[in-house]
């Protein structure tokens, strides 16, 4: 079956408690085994994973079965050991749900039915190779469902290869807007006028979402946010899971009023009473622009939606709106301007920003407790005025020196390793055979022996005259007979043999 619907439009309850009343009856085929699931939920992000599980525990709970999630970015120990406890069903992101079947701690023969939630956006994120080797695995005679707000691009793939006599439920087109929803295009000039329209309607006293298209960019403006008196959260990839989980619990429970997220909280992210959504970076397809949108007026409430743009980007988001249907017109305005203030409200109280602690970097000073301790003894020495016992001039001059501050003898260590680590780079790995020979050439009477291809002989010694008294040889040894070869980076041919260059 093919489901299709507007966001916050209930597709998460609509599967949910179908799925939970077939398994958790005799019509199940199978008994819960470990790692045997016989329900699974693909999604493709953790919160949405998160997000269905949320809603399936109590229907699993009246039926007495287990709910588990499996998603990348967290330590795998606790899925398996859920695994291998058993479970009835599995919520799971594709990446770390096939990690796991390679490992060997879940099978999907016993599976009966699956769901794939945002079908559309697994395939617009890459994971449709992923998920069908997924599927591969579950049973050819179970039931499958597809759901999302739009069914296109690899979903027709998916259709064809893995739903037998489909079945299309949808309660609304395929862009078909929300009508509790308005609307707003603003035009703003500049860069810094766009962040004084941005920071004034994020003041308001509701819950608003701010969407960024980079994650650099989602993590500055709730920094700058915050700074200006107005509380913001950030979620987007680069977080870890404990962090996107205390960011949307402080969301969720009214804590702080603003997130800037980037389009990772786009889709099944679901946060009561969101008055407002601001596109401070317009979206790349009106599908983001759909799903961002979203995030409010959900379960039949109102809510506004308004988008940023500078007059370069006017082409581009016409297109994007009118692929969307979405009629609007646009309006230039300043933060004072009737048409913001009306959005904004009420206006919150200013909260101070928190001091970030300062954490000592050391600077050659040890932190330790020893050190500590010896560090307070020497200063309750030093306001006393005395000296450790049994020392005179000479030990008063060494406990002088010991009591220097060690970021000095820190630096002449440092000094040290520098110089040792120029030295091993500096030596130059020799072979025996090599070594022999210049020990060889050094012990010559006439001096070591000097490499030059050009100079004449095929190799130039001292003269005669520079050799020492008594020497075993008086004229340098006949060169030997070498056959010409050309020289790296000249045309020149050197004869070795006549001791002469030939062009």
């Not at 998603?71 to 990690?99: C, H, S, T, W, Y």
């Not at 509701?206 to 959260?233: S, Y």
């Not at 969720?252 to 909280?265: I, N, P, R």
């Not at 889709?267 to 995030?295: C, F, N, Q, T, W």
């Amino acid at each position: 079956m093919l489901g299709r619907g507007k966001t916050g439009s209930g597709k998460t309850i609509a599967f949910a408690v179908p799925m939970v009343a077939r398994l958790g009856t005799s019509l199940a085929g199978g008994k819960r085994r470990a790692g045997r699931p016989l329900g699974l939920i693909l999604a493709p992000t953790r919160e949405l994973v998160t997000q269905i599980a949320r809603t399936f525990e109590p229907l699993a709970d009246a039926y007495g079965l287990k709910v588990t999630t499996i998603f990348g970015g967290i330590n795998q120990k606790r899925q398996v050991d859920a695994l291998r406890a058993g479970v009835d069903i599995v919520v799971a992101a594709p990446g770390r749900l096939e990690d796991l079947m390679k490992q060997g701690f879940v099978h999907l023969d016993a599976v009966e039915i699956t769901v794939l939630d945002e079908a559309d956006h697994m395939a617009d994120l890459g994971f449709l190779p992923v998920v069908t080797r997924i599927l591969d695995k579950t049973p050819r005679g179970g039931q499958r469902l597809l759901f999302s707000a739009t069914l296109d691009n690899g979903v027709d793939k998916l259709v064809k290869r893995y739903l037998e006599n489909e079945v299309l439920h949808s309660v609304d087109e395929a862009n078909s807007p929300v009508a509790a929803m308005t609307h707003h295009v603003f035009l703003t000039d500049d860069a810094d006028t766009k962040f004084e329209l941005v920071r004034t309607l994020a003041s308001g006293t509701g819950r608003r979402i701010l969407f960024m298209r980079t994650k650099h960019h989602a993590k500055k403006l709730a920094k700058k946010l915050t700074a200006a008196g107005i509380p913001a959260v950030d979620l987007h990839g680069n977080l870890s899971q404990p962090q996107r989980d205390r960011n949307l619990a402080a969301f969720g429970d009214g804590s702080v009023k603003v997130m800037v997220a980037t389009d990772v909280a786009a889709r099944g992210v679901h946060v009561d009473d969101i008055e407002l959504v601001v596109h401070v970076d317009p979206p790349m397809e009106h599908k983001a622009y759909l799903h961002r949108s979203g995030r409010t007026a959900r379960a039949g409430s109102e809510g506004d939606v308004v988008t940023i743009a500078l007059p370069g980007q006017m082409d581009d988001l016409g297109k994007l709106l009118r692929r969307a249907e979405i009629r609007v017109t646009p309006q230039q305005v300043t933060p004072a301007s009737p048409s913001v203030t009306a959005l904004v409200g009420q206006v919150a109280a200013y909260v101070k920003p928190e001091a970030m602690p300062v954490t000592a970097q050391g600077g050659g000073r040890s932190q330790g407790a020893n050190a500590q301790r010896k560090r307070a003894a020497r200063e309750d020495r030093a306001a006393a005025g005395t000296q450790p016992t049994g020392q005179g001039a000479a030990g008063a001059a060494a406990a002088a020196s010991r009591m220097s501050p060690p970021r000095h003898r820190a630096g002449t260590v440092r000094a040290a390793r520098r110089r040792r680590r120029r030295t091993r780079r500096s030596r130059v790995r020799v072979s025996p055979a090599a070594r022999r020979r210049r020990a060889r050439s050094a012990r010559h009477p006439l001096g070591p022996r000097r490499s030059s291809p050009c100079a004449s002989g095929a190799w130039s010694r001292r003269t005669a005259a520079h050799a020492p008294t008594g020497a075993r040889r008086a004229e340098p040894r006949a060169p030997r007979r070498r056959r010409p070869r050309t020289l790296p980076g000249c045309g020149a041919v050197t004869d070795f043999a006549r001791g002469r260059t030939r062009g």
